[in-house]
């Protein structure tokens, strides 16, 4: 199963992705029929040329990096050696990718969730709220009708000349409306405990993740655990378990991946660089489309790999088809675990202490401020005194 999902992939990254990119760009070539079997005929053709630079580049590169005399024999031998090869490169770019946004989006979907979950309201009633809108909406209604009867818009919007801004305003009051509806629908059990549950099990799926980054850090280095260069476990489903929780470490494992997962696509779509590929409703165009998919392919190939890094899971989801041989390096595997575990806590310290931070800094610079203006006003009257003399 695993070999077919890395072989499909494969075939999506490197034929139907380019091939779906340079037919949105094609247009024929000068002289033939303008139609879609042209641009079709164009799109072959380059993408032909752009597969003979991409393989004589695959083997100027292993023939470098390789003192196997018989890899710069292979130029030909592109199914065994040169797609493993660059699926292993981009692979590890896109590990490095999940390195950098998956801690921030541990910190962003703690943001994020809070704005799904109906936040408790101890100190504030609903009723009275909901109430309290219901009225400005009834006032709002009644100067457009009044205002589309007597032909004065101006005299009757409470200073305002626009019939269509009373509209917005009237638009926002029922958005408003619906908004409290559904928070006062919510059970008062869910309304007050939800929120607070929610941020609980993000935060110990949060340091669940730590705890186990921790662990598989500890154990590569005493020289416990193996490297994650390729699954040489032969488990059979249903018979034995990798987990040594049984079905319930297996659960697990599954629960903080998916975790890992949203976390990943949360922080990637939020870092300054990629906003920009942020799909848009109604406004997204085809090569921002393509590019999407090719980032989520990239980040779903790098998944597995990152989650047998960091001991996640200890089961094989890279396949023979996708195995690496950079997985071998203890230095690498350390210092991804060591650089996953600081980033997060980095950025969950940053999340949940920049409030007090900018309080502090504030006051300090109250302080600093008012002990300048001291300082001033006292040399200021010194040198008074002195000309004074």
Same mark, same amino acid.
């Given at each position: 199963?695993?070999?077919?999902?890395?072989?499909?992939?494969?075939?999506?990254?490197?034929?139907?992705?380019?091939? =779906?990119?340079?037919?949105?760009?094609?247009?024929? !070539?000068?002289?033939? &029929?303008?139609?879609?079997?042209?641009?079709?005929?164009?799109?072959?053709?380059?993408?032909?040329?752009?597969?003979?630079?991409?393989?004589?580049?695959?083997?100027?590169?292993?023939?470098?990096?390789?003192?196997?005399?018989? @890899?710069?024999?292979?130029? !030909?031998?592109?199914?065994?050696?040169?797609?493993?090869?660059?699926?292993?490169? #981009? @692979?590890?770019?896109?590990?490095?990718?999940?390195? /950098?946004?998956?801690?921030?989006?541990?910190?962003?979907?703690?943001?994020?969730?809070?704005?799904?979950?109906?936040?408790? +309201?101890? $100190? &504030?009633?609903?009723?009275?709220?909901?109430?309290?809108?219901?009225?400005?909406?009834?006032? #709002?209604?009644?100067?457009?009708?009044?205002?589309?009867?007597?032909?004065?818009?101006?005299?009757?919007?409470?200073?305002?000349?626009?019939?269509?801004?009373?509209?917005?305003?009237?638009?926002?009051? +029922?958005?408003?409306?619906?908004?409290?509806?559904?928070?006062?629908?919510?059970?008062?059990?869910? &309304?007050?405990?939800?929120?607070? $549950?929610?941020?609980?099990?993000?935060?110990?799926?949060?340091?669940?993740?730590?705890?186990?980054?921790?662990?598989?850090?500890?154990?590569?280095?005493?020289? #416990?655990?193996?490297?994650?260069?390729?699954?040489?476990? *032969?488990?059979?489903?249903?018979?034995?378990?990798? @987990?040594?929780?049984?079905?319930?470490?297996?659960?697990?494992?599954?629960?903080?991946?998916?975790?890992?997962?949203?976390?990943?696509?949360?922080?990637?779509? @939020?870092?300054?660089?990629?906003? &920009?590929?942020?799909?848009?409703?109604?406004?997204?165009?085809?090569?921002?489309?393509? =590019?999407?998919?090719?980032?989520?392919?990239?980040?779903?190939?790098?998944?597995?790999?990152?989650?047998?890094?960091?001991?996640?899971?200890?089961?094989?989801?890279?396949?023979?088809?996708?195995?690496?041989?950079?997985?071998?390096? $203890?230095?690498? #595997? /350390?210092?991804?675990?060591?650089?996953?575990?600081?980033?997060?806590?980095?950025?969950?310290?940053?999340?949940?202490?920049?409030?007090?931070? *900018?309080?502090?800094?504030?006051?300090?610079?109250?302080?600093?401020?008012?002990?300048?203006?001291?300082?001033?006003?006292?040399?200021?009257?010194?040198?008074?005194? *002195?000309?004074?003399?």
């Amino acid at each position: 199963l695993w070999n077919h999902v890395f072989l499909f992939s494969n075939l999506t990254l490197f034929i139907f992705m380019p091939f =779906g990119y340079l037919f949105t760009e094609s247009e024929g !070539f000068v002289g033939s &029929r303008k139609g879609l079997l042209g641009r079709v005929y164009e799109t072959i053709i380059i993408l032909c040329l752009l597969t003979i630079v991409v393989i004589g580049l695959a083997w100027v590169a292993t023939a470098m990096f390789n003192e196997d005399d018989h @890899s710069k024999e292979t130029l !030909f031998d592109v199914w065994n050696i040169y797609l493993p090869y660059l699926y292993s490169f #981009i @692979s590890f770019l896109g590990v490095i990718v999940l390195l /950098l946004c998956t801690p921030n989006g541990f910190a962003i979907l703690f943001t994020v969730i809070g704005q799904l979950v109906v936040k408790p +309201q101890f $100190l &504030r009633d609903i009723e009275d709220d909901l109430y309290a809108v219901q009225l400005q909406e009834e006032d #709002i209604r009644r100067r457009i009708n009044l205002g589309n009867h007597m032909h004065v818009p101006g005299k009757i919007a409470n200073g305002h000349t626009s019939p269509d801004l009373l509209q917005q305003q009237l638009l926002d009051v +029922q958005n408003t409306i619906s908004v409290l509806e559904k928070k006062k629908k919510v059970s008062p059990w869910r &309304r007050n405990l939800g929120y607070p $549950l929610v941020m609980l099990l993000l935060l110990v799926l949060t340091v669940l993740c730590l705890l186990m980054v921790a662990h598989n850090f500890f154990e590569l280095l005493v020289g #416990i655990k193996a490297l994650p260069v390729g699954a040489k476990e *032969t488990v059979v489903l249903g018979i034995s378990s990798l @987990s040594t929780l049984g079905s319930v470490g297996a659960t697990l494992e599954i629960v903080l991946i998916l975790y890992v997962m949203c976390a990943s696509v949360v922080g990637f779509y @939020s870092l300054p660089f990629f906003k &920009r590929l942020r799909p848009v409703p109604h406004d997204t165009s085809m090569v921002k489309i393509i =590019g999407n998919c090719v980032v989520l392919l990239v980040l779903s190939s790098a998944l597995p790999i990152l989650s047998r890094m960091l001991g996640l899971t200890n089961f094989n989801l890279i396949g023979n088809f996708g195995s690496m041989e950079w997985l071998g390096n $203890l230095y690498i #595997i /350390l210092a991804c675990d060591a650089l996953f575990a600081a980033l997060t806590t980095l950025c969950l310290t940053d999340k949940f202490t920049v409030k007090v931070r *900018t309080e502090i800094y504030n006051r300090f610079l109250m302080l600093f401020q008012r002990d300048s203006r001291r300082t001033w006003s006292f040399s200021s009257y010194i040198n008074t005194g *002195t000309k004074d003399e």
